[in-house]
């Protein structure tokens, strides 16, 4: 990505790897929440273990997605109001 110094420049400046991370805690503790909230705290379910748990990961990973990009969103706002 040496080529690249402007999308370095921009990562870098949006901070985007404090975002993924701040994203992959929210999607993790939603995925946790929902399975405890649907799963535990109801007493048990009829599906089995791996197709449960097999849904929670595709939660997790899609709440990381978009907690990541509405974070990195939020940043690039701050960013521009802080340019004027």
Same mark, same amino acid.
């Given at each position: 990505m040496s080529e690249r110094p402007g999308v370095r420049n921009l990562m870098r400046t949006l901070d985007v790897? /404090?975002?993924?991370?701040?994203?992959? $805690?929210? *999607?993790?503790?939603?995925?946790?929440? /929902?399975?405890?909230?649907?799963?535990? $705290?109801? *007493?048990?379910?009829?599906?089995?273990?791996?197709?449960?748990?097999g849904l929670a990961l595709v939660l997790a990973f899609t709440t990381t997605l978009l907690a990541t990009a509405l974070f990195t969103i939020g940043a690039a706002y701050r960013v521009s109001r802080s340019l004027d």
């Open positions: 790897v /404090t975002q993924a991370k701040r994203g992959l $805690a929210v *999607g993790v503790l939603v995925a946790f929440g /929902t399975y405890w909230l649907f799963v535990v $705290a109801s *007493g048990g379910s009829p599906y089995p273990t791996p197709y449960l748990a």
